[in-house]
C-alpha cells in the first residue's frame, strides 16, 4: 500500500504560481512511477504531468507544457508539481498518483493506471 498526501493548493491571482507538493508513505516510494492529474467541476480526471521512477523521463499536457514542472525527490519520498502561468481554467482538484506498472522509464498518462491516490487539493485561479 501507498498512501499519498498533496499540499500546496489555493487561491492565486492568473498569472502568479503555485507548488503542489505530494508526501508518499508506505512501500518503496522509488519503485512508483508518479503523475499529477487534475479534475474540473463537470469534467474527466486529466493527466497533466507524469514521471518516471527515477525522474529520467517526464511528459506534460499539451496545456500546461512551458508552464508545470513535475520533479520528485526519492530520498524525501516525495513529488512535486511547479506551477507558472496560472490561468482561470488551471482551476481544478489536483490529485497525485502512483503507479507500479511502468517499466524502466516508461511514463503513465491514463488515471485507470495508477494504482493509488492522494485526495486532492484545489487550485483556484482567479482573473
Known amino acids: 500500500q501507498v498512501q499519498l498526501v498533496e499540499s500546496g493548493g489555493g487561491l492565486v491571482q492568473a498569472g502568479g504560481s503555485l507548488r503542489l507538493s505530494c508526501a508518499a508513505s508506505g512501500r518503496t516510494f522509488s519503485r512508483y512511477a508518479m503523475g499529477w492529474f487534475r479534475q474540473a467541476p463537470g469534467k474527466e480526471r486529466e493527466s497533466v504531468a507524469t514521471?518516471?521512477?527515477?525522474?529520467?523521463?517526464?511528459v506534460y499536457s499539451d496545456s500546461v507544457k512551458g508552464r508545470f514542472t513535475i520533479s520528485r525527490d526519492n530520498v524525501k519520498n516525495s513529488v512535486y508539481l511547479q506551477m507558472n502561468s496560472l490561468k482561470p481554467e488551471d482551476k481544478a482538484v489536483y490529485f497525485c498518483a502512483a503507479t507500479f506498472r511502468a517499466v524502466g522509464v516508461q511514463v503513465l498518462i491514463k488515471p485507470a493506471e495508477y494504482d493509488y491516490w492522494g485526495q486532492g487539493a484545489q487550485v483556484t485561479v482567479s482573473s
Open positions: 514521471i518516471s521512477w527515477s525522474g529520467v523521463r517526464t
